[in-house]
């Protein structure tokens, strides 16, 4: 009850991830959405993990919050919507 549905629903999608193989040695991990509900709490359980979290808002007002929660890095979510340059580095 406390950490609330969102919270549920993001600590099933971190163990699907972990089902999946992921590790936090792969490299960063993305998080879209990251200053919502679900969002949020899973930037906090991944971080707590040891993952390098980048969080994804269209909130870029909420950069502190999500520093907080243990994001490393944020980016706005335009960045990737957009089309990348040709020849860009991958990501
Ligand atoms: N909450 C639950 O219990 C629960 C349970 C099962 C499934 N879900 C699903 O999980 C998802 C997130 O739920 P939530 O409760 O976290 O909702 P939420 O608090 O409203 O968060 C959704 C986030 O999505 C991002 N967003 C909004 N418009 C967007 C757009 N046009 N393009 C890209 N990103 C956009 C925003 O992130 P920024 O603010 O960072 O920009 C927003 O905060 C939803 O699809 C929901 O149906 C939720």
Known sequence: MAIG?????????????EDGGVDP???????????????SVAVSILSNLGYRVVASTGRPQEAEFLTKLGAAEIVDRRELSEQGAPLQRER
């Open 25 to 39: 040695v792969d490299g960063d991990i993305l998080v879209t959405g990251a200053a919502g509900g679900v969002g």
């Open 5 to 17: 549905t969102a919270g549920y629903t993001a600590m099933l999608c971190v163990l699907a991830l």
